[in-house]
């Protein structure tokens, strides 16, 4: 994705500023601040699909290595160098399907896994020469041209009678969901939201994931057959002990709904929300030109929550946008590859300081902040302070399991799993973000969800 | 400085690289802009009689292709020139006026009896043109109907006509072989024994680029059928020098000069044809896939090659490696190596380890940390590892010293030369003096 990523940022960043209208200035929060035709230009796809011969001239640079660095780096164990090699046979729907029998949602995670600290910097041509295959768009290539196929690549077995309520359509839970209904089993899959898919439809950056992306994978994905959806919010509508009492196992999947307090003064103030609340907005807006942004964005937090809610209020049209995070650049969570997008998208960065109050009279103007410090006893201020205007504040510091079922045991805020994902009650799985362990990827909790999965079929049949 | 002139059989030219006789010289406009991009000489597209002979009219080429398209074999369905013999006579007389510094031959196809030679011979003699070429080479088409490598692979004819060639005319006689033939120095023989002046060669190699699987008609394809066609470029060359060292070593070819031709894209490769024997090279694929323009990178390596290495001229670098080129049963059966792997230039792939376990000895471990190592004790030195390892120089073959223990056969490693004549299991062996 490398040779991409330094192309595509410098257009969105010459897009993206305002134009001589001056609605890129009106004060406030406002929508529009930008032409409809500059927000499609901004929002559209961030790495755009590899051409049949692009993608064949990709293929050609693997070397097809023994025991491969790129398949140990991949969570879900994806054998790389076998879909690349077919591929370059001019077989992407059979590359398609190489890739889905290890990871069913490789085709978001084409777009969302950063590929360049996983695979592609595993790669050995990243070792020779410092530009790996470009594994994650030629996966995008694949599983496009299967998905185009309007087909399901896999064959349902026969039932076998069992029943699995799987909580969360988000990746873990739709990786499990599918894995169980492949191998016979009945499967119904709870979401607390609207629209199945988890942060894939309400939680990344709309770039990565354009034209309804997230939506359509999970139509295909349901393809398979034998998976029912339902809405339902543990804790609300659903009991553990119901959907126990009810199915022959289940998983937990729910992720992370809950977002940690900032703990500043004034952060009721109007103008400041949790940044995955502002993303799950601008995903689902039908128009982005009616979508509200402060003309001065403030950001804290070092993730790719942090990073996608940015760079897009600067898409938006927001005239500073500013991440600011408690230490150093090195300790940021988010890619030095995903820092650069948005220092390439206009968005500043701002290290070594926590806020310690949200400022302004009814709304949102300003946000303080004091410098920070690695002392012996962790992270402390130096009593030293600044202020960035700030018409918005978005917090993206972490995200906290919300609604855990009462008598399940918890490690650190979330759900104690074994190396199966089993939960500490006998017939209760947990994968994805809301089980411990893991670092929170797509990818990851896709592994999980399956992982999960394949212990309960275990635990059913017997095998 | 190193005088790239060349001088073959007579014939002059600025450097050695003559385009061969197929499309790139089929007509005045097109030899006239290789000889503006620096082409030393051209070898005119093969002469027929009248009626001239017609072209299909669908595609003439079928292609193989590397990565990103790179063409690395072509073949083509083309026969000799498609125009009025005496079009051709009047724009090579012109041609040949206007550049008389460049080398102008002529290739000839005509039927196998002498009147068919000898008039066409003496048309061409007009022209003012500097040699001949006798095309006993092309495999399709013209075969067909008893020309080309019909002649070619039939050794007494080739000194026939060789021989009815020289009685009449004054021109210098070369003579070109096809490779589509067991052993090409039966060819090349008569064409010695007919009084050829030279032979050049190779001529393309018959074949069938690929096959359409949704219509099952070969390529290129010409409404759903396909014929064999002669394969070209970078694909072939192997195949090309082999054929020019046998000639080049073969004593009863001895003295016979040749024209180095197949798959010559690059100053490298010409220097290589060269030192195997050839006298002077023909291009013809590199100039298809890339013009005319790549001769001058062709003339400008090859003079920076030779002053680089002190070999003042031609001559220096012909033939050199001719005594190098041996039989298997004389190889060095004492040259021990060993393969020995960078560690520091190792990007860790693994296709060494892959290849030698699989296909090869078991020679390379796998140590932790994805690290290759030889096992001295399994290896064979096959070079297999170096021939699919990515890195240019991570694996090199060592040789162990004289005095030194091969820790596969547990033998000390002979300083002496010792090859298959004399060795012990070898029925036939001479006793060693």
Redesign the interface.
């Known amino acids: 994705m490398t040779a991409s990523q330094t192309a595509k940022p410098a257009e969105t960043a010459a897009a993206s500023h305002p134009d001589s209208s001056g609605a890129a200035r009106t004060p406030g929060i406002a929508p529009g601040r930008l032409p409809p035709e500059r927000l499609a230009g901004n929002f559209a796809d961030l790495h755009p699909p590899l051409s049949a011969h692009e993608a064949l001239v990709a293929a050609d640079r693997c070397y097809f290595c023994h025991d491969a660095p790129c398949v140990t780096a991949c969570p879900t164990g994806i054998d790389i160098p076998m879909f690349i090699r077919q591929i370059a046979a001019e077989r992407p729907v059979e590359a398609a399907r190489t890739i889905f029998e290890a990871n069913i949602l490789g085709g978001i995670c084409a777009r969302v896994c950063p590929t360049e600290t996983l695979c592609e910097e595993a790669c050995v041509r990243e070792t020779a020469e410092g530009k790996p295959v470009e594994i994650g768009r030629l996966q995008r290539f694949a599983t496009d041209a299967q998905m185009a196929t309007g087909a399901h690549p896999f064959a349902r077995a026969a039932e076998t009678g069992r029943r699995i309520a799987v909580v969360g359509a988000g990746p873990a839970g739709l990786a499990a969901a599918h894995r169980l209904a492949m191998l016979g089993h009945g499967v119904t899959v709870y979401d607390a939201r609207e629209k199945p898919g988890g942060l894939n439809e309400y939680g990344i950056a709309a770039y990565k994931a354009v034209g309804g992306f997230a939506g359509r994978e999970v139509d295909w994905l349901l393809g398979i057959g034998g998976i029912t959806i339902r809405h339902g919010r543990l804790g609300a509508e659903l009991t553990l002990d119901a959907l126990a009492a009810g199915h022959d196992a289940v998983l937990l999947a729910m992720g992370l709904a809950g977002v940690n307090a900032l703990g500043a003064a004034g952060e009721e103030l109007p103008g400041a929300r949790p940044a995955t609340a502002f993303i799950a907005e601008l995903r689902q807006a039908a128009d982005l030109s009616a979508l509200p942004v402060g003309r001065n964005v403030v950001v804290v937090g070092g993730g790719m929550t942090a990073i996608d809610a940015a760079v897009q209020s600067k898409l938006l049209g927001a005239e500073t946008v500013t991440i600011v995070y408690r230490r150093g650049r090195g300790s940021m969570p988010a890619s030095r590859v995903e820092q650069d997008h948005a220092a390439a998208a206009g968005v500043a960065f701002r290290f070594w300081a926590r806020p310690v109050a949200a400022l302004g009279e009814g709304a949102l103007r300003e946000v303080e902040f004091e410098y920070t410090r690695a002392g012996d006893a962790g992270l402390e201020g130096t009593g030293e302070t600044f202020r960035l205007p700030a018409d918005q504040l978005f917090t993206a510091i972490g995200q906290v399991l919300e609604g855990a079922p009462e008598g399940i045991a918890l490690e650190r805020g979330k759900i104690a799993v074994d190396a199966e994902g089993r939960s500490s009650r006998p017939g209760v799985w947990a994968a994805g973000d809301c089980a411990a362990g893991g670092d929170d990827l797509t990818v990851t909790a896709v592994a999980e969800g399956r992982d999960a999965a394949m212990s309960i079929h275990r635990s059913l049949t017997g095998d | 400085m190193a005088d790239i002139r060349s001088d073959f059989i007579g014939i002059r030219s600025p450097n050695p690289f003559w385009l061969a006789s197929a499309p790139p010289t089929d007509k005045a406009y097109n030899v006239e802009r290789a000889f503006r991009a620096g082409w030393g000489g051209v070898v005119w597209k093969t002469l027929g009689l009248d009626p001239h002979i017609v072209n299909v009219n669908g595609p003439r080429y079928g292609v193989v292709y590397g990565?990103?398209?790179r063409v690395l074999g072509m073949n083509n369905i083309e026969l000799i020139t498609d125009r009025p013999l005496a079009v051709n006579l009047a724009e090579i007389k012109q041609v040949k006026r206007d550049w008389p510094d460049r080398a102008m031959v002529v290739s000839l196809m005509v039927p196998c009896d002498e009147e068919s030679w000898r008039g066409i011979l003496a048309e061409v003699e007009d022209t003012g043109a500097d040699g001949v070429e006798l095309n006993f080479g092309c495999p399709h088409g013209m075969s067909e109907r008893g020309m080309g490598s019909a002649v070619g692979q039939v050794p007494d004819y080739i000194e026939m006509v060789t021989r009815w060639c020289k009685a009449n005319t004054r021109m210098p006689v070369i003579v070109k072989l096809t490779p589509n033939i067991t052993d090409i120095r039966y060819p090349a023989r008569a064409a010695k024994k007919g009084g050829a002046d030279a032979v050049s060669l190779i001529n393309t190699v018959s074949s069938i680029t690929s096959v359409d699987l949704d219509s099952f008609s070969p390529e290129p394809s010409i409404d759903g059928k396909g014929s064999h066609g002669g394969y070209c470029g970078p694909a072939v060359k192997p195949i090309a020098l082999n054929m020019v060292a046998e000639i080049a070593r073969d004593p009863d070819c001895a003295g016979l000069p040749i024209s180095g031709i197949g798959g010559i894209t690059t100053w490298r490769d010409a220097a290589e044809f060269m030192a195997l024997g050839a006298g002077n090279v023909q291009v013809c694929t590199a100039a298809m896939t890339y013009g005319f323009r790549v001769v001058q990178e062709m003339a400008a390596g090859l003079e920076a090659w030779m002053a680089e290495k002190g070999h003042a001229d031609l001559a220096a670098i012909t033939g050199r490696a001719v005594p190098n080129v041996t039989d298997w049963q004389h190889l060095n059966l004492n040259f021990v190596t060993k393969a020995r792997i960078d560690q520091e230039a190792c990007?860790?792939?693994?296709?060494c380890?892959?290849a030698c376990e699989d296909t090869s000895h078991q020679a390379i471990a796998?140590k932790p940390g994805?690290v290759f190592e030889v096992i001295d004790e399994e290896c064979v030195a096959c070079n297999l590892c170096v021939n699919v390892c990515?890195?240019e120089n991570c694996i090199t073959m060592e040789r162990l010293a004289p005095g030194a223990t091969d820790p596969r056969t547990g033998r000390t490693v002979p300083a002496e030369h010792g090859d298959w004549t004399t060795h012990p299991n070898n029925p036939g062996r001479v006793a060693a003096e």
Request: one cysteine or more; hydrophobic letters at 45%; a positive charge.
């Open positions: 990565a990103d398209r990007i860790k792939c693994g296709r380890f892959a796998i994805r990515p890195v």
